[in-house]
């Protein structure tokens, strides 16, 4: 007879079984990433993340990308979801790490670029350190994402992961935060991975499309606007064959630029400007618009009038989410569905037209042309903005990828750099925030490390970031930073000129940013004339490693060029 011990000792043995086939918490989370295909995590780690980042030491598929600051990390997750369309995973500690988070979570929620943060917590379940470094940071987080989760147990870690990548893929993207506290991470569970789910985008309804067609059949004078939510992928491809088929001039808002080659004879412009600009003629010359991919977070290029004047323009609206109606927007006819999709039903039933006439809309765009030209053509020292814009233009090839910090020169940039392909120009015209530059750059040169990668920042908001050259440096990365010197935070003082104010509470001193560059390891070069601009820009797109430019420019004419000069112009022709 053999002993098989007492019930309670075989019921005993059973849990212990059990317990055995479960896994730690923060080794389920860890595999619940890398079933995302996440790549890299980028951050900061603290006290609260020790058991997360012993799982992640052991995994084989994503590198920690470890930054200076939490903001730099998020900005870097945010131009990864950007340029890939999948998730930027970033880590934080709790408390001061979570709050350093809070600016680059809004710029990828108002940007739609998707993003996770994954931030650290005290134990919830038992405590003895009372509310030393503890904040709310699930209800912190909530207005400025789309999706706020507090880890309250470890089963629920699969699940919970999946439904934050999803939301923050889903349009319009956007960022998403799980809280892991420190309890929960350790504890033990049988669950595993949830799968993701394959899925198509709603394609948009035949009548509406059929009501685009006729709208456009019908006008005269067509015209596409191209905005953010048009800049995804698959929709270039379609808004490129559209406009070879029809011919219609399209123009772009800042963040829809390169979505269509910026070199087609039929693009009009980027609307840079609010108002007054040559490509502001072309569009009130047009009699019905496409607006496609519009998103209220950009100012309109033109507003629509519900006060009793006239407006005979048809607005049609095209886009994955039916219009935010405000005093300024409410379209006629809205086509909701996949972007692309749209485009190409539409394209397969318009024929174009022998009554369409864009005369008027490209001598608009002929005007432009022919005044950058002129400034552009400028080699006076210190750099003339649009000289700078063409400088960088001429020296960058077709795929290269230029990262614009926040200030005044991204006016430039938006109205004067060719962008010849999407996602090679990013600008941040949605939160707008300074200090977004180099982590940009950064992420772009890991995603493209075959491509050019410059930012372009102004002095200011390459100080609010300038630590994560550091960071560039130990990843071995190629990437060039220029950096527009004029001490002083010159946007602000360009709109307080503008108004009429006294010069004041702008202006300060910068360190001597070859000696700042080599210090970190970098490559440091200072601009002391035009034709020197040239040379060192072409120097460093073929030199290897991190450089960083100080190039000094001329504010002096902004004013009158941007907030007169053009304005005069256009409403000259």
């Not at 699930?138 to 934050?164: F, L, W």
């Not at 067609?213 to 992928?233: E, F, S, T």
């Not at 209220?296 to 507003?303: A, G, L, S, T, Y």
């Not at 060039?480 to 702008?506: E, H, S």
Request: proline share 5%; net charge negative.
């Amino acid at each position: 007879m053999v002993y098989t011990g007492s019930a309670r000792e075989q019921k005993r043995g059973k849990r212990k079984m059990a317990e055995g086939d479960k896994r730690k918490a923060s080794d389920v989370f860890i595999e619940c990433l890398e079933e995302e295909g996440v790549e890299y995590i980028f951050g900061v780690p603290g006290e609260e993340n020790l058991d997360f980042l012993d799982s992640l030491s052991r995994s084989e598929k994503i590198k920690l990308i470890l930054t200076r600051h939490e903001q730099g990390a998020g900005f870097m997750a945010a131009t990864y979801g950007r340029h890939t369309g999948k998730t930027g995973v970033c880590l934080s500690t709790l408390g001061p790490g979570a709050t350093n988070f809070v600016t680059a979570a809004a710029y990828a929620t108002l940007g739609g670029m998707p993003m996770l943060m994954i931030t650290g917590q005290k134990p919830i379940k038992k405590s003895k350190q009372g509310r030393f470094q503890i904040l709310d940071v699930v209800s912190m987080m909530g207005p400025i994402t789309k999706y706020a989760h507090q880890m309250a147990s470890s089963d629920n870690i699969p699940s919970r992961v999946r439904e934050a990548f999803r939301i923050a893929e889903e349009e319009k993207p956007g960022a998403t935060h799980i809280e892991l506290p420190e309890d929960i991470a350790d504890e033990h569970t049988d669950s595993r991975p949830v799968r993701r789910s394959i899925v198509r985008r709603p394609t948009a309804d035949v009548k509406s499309i059929a009501q685009a067609v006729d709208a456009l059949q019908n006008a005269k004078k067509p015209l596409l606007v191209i905005g953010a939510g048009a800049n995804r992928k698959m929709t270039s491809k379609m808004l490129g064959e559209f406009v070879e088929k029809t011919g219609i001039p399209f123009l772009t808002t800042q963040l829809g630029k390169g979505v269509i080659d910026e070199r087609h004879p039929k693009f009009l412009g980027c609307a840079a400007l609010s108002a007054g600009d040559f490509v502001h003629r072309a569009i009130e010359d047009a009699d019905c618009i496409l607006n496609i991919g519009h998103d209220v977070i950009e100012k309109p290029p033109f507003f629509m009038h519900n006060d009793g004047t006239r407006d005979d323009r048809v607005v049609v609206h095209i886009s994955t989410k039916t219009a935010e109606v405000d005093p300024v927007y409410f379209p006629h006819i809205e086509v909701i569905g996949d972007i692309a999709n749209a485009m190409w039903q539409i394209k397969e039933a318009v024929v174009p037209s022998s009554k369409w006439n864009f005369d008027a809309m490209l001598g608009f765009r002929k005007a432009e042309l022919e005044h950058t030209a002129k400034l552009a053509a400028d080699e006076r020292f210190p750099i003339f903005p649009p000289h700078l814009v063409q400088q960088v233009r001429d020296a960058m090839p077709d795929d290269a990828i230029i990262c614009l910090d926040n200030g005044v020169y991204k006016i430039w940039f938006a109205r004067g750099f060719c962008a010849c392909k999407p996602n090679t120009v990013l600008l941040d015209n949605a939160l707008a925030t300074m200090g977004a530059g180099l982590p940009s750059a950064m992420a772009s040169a890991m995603v493209y490390p075959e491509r050019k990668v410059m930012a372009i920042c102004g002095d200011g908001g390459f100080m609010m970031n300038s630590q994560e050259l550091e960071t560039a440096v130990r990843l071995g990365l190629n990437l060039t930073v220029l950096i527009l010197n004029d001490n002083a935070y010159g946007m602000i003082r360009w709109k307080q000129a503008n108004m009429g104010f006294a010069d004041f509470g702008l202006t300060y001193n910068n360190p001597d940013f070859v000696k700042y560059a080599e210090s970190y390891g970098a490559k440091g070069y200072r601009v002391e004339s035009a034709q020197h601009l040239s040379e060192l820009l072409a120097q460093c797109r073929d030199t290897p490693g991190v450089h960083v430019i100080d190039c000094p420019v001329d504010y002096s004419e902004n004013d009158r060029i941007l907030n007169t000069d053009i304005k005069d112009l256009s409403r000259a022709l």
